[in-house]
Nanobody, 123 residues
């Protein structure tokens, strides 16, 4: 059974930093894209960042570019999101997700999802 478990969320003041982690288990994630998404109250699900299997290819939403950095540890089956210079508008539940290399769905459709971790940024 595939499990993605996020950790590291919490309350931080604007300008502060948090590091989210996602531990993946239940199968091999060889070749999988790993991503982070978020959902703020009353807003749609939003793509934040994603990273390739090798870690050599990353992509970020414009709203977080230059502030957030995604990384992964293939041996440990973990993916992290370092969030710097946080803003109140970053407040959301953050979800870790995995996308199969064989997926033919649109690029923002992922196959496995975690339960989410709350990030709250106070002004």
């Amino acid at each position: 059974q595939v499990q993605l478990v996020e950790s590291g969320g919490g309350l931080v003041q604007a300008g502060g930093s948090l590091r989210l982690s996602c531990a993946a288990s239940g199968r091999t994630f060889s070749g999988y894209l790993m991503g982070w998404f978020r959902q703020a109250p009353g807003k749609d699900h939003e793509f934040v960042a994603r990273i390739s299997w090798s870690g050599g290819n990353t992509r970020y939403a414009d709203s977080v570019k230059g502030r957030f950095f995604i990384s992964r540890d293939v041996a440990e089956n973990t993916v992290s999101l370092q969030m710097n210079n946080l803003k109140p508008e970053d407040t959301a539940i953050y979800y870790c997700a995995a996308r199969s290399p064989f997926s033919v769905a649109d690029e923002y459709t992922y196959d496995f999802w975690g339960q989410g971790t709350q990030v709250t940024v106070s002004s």
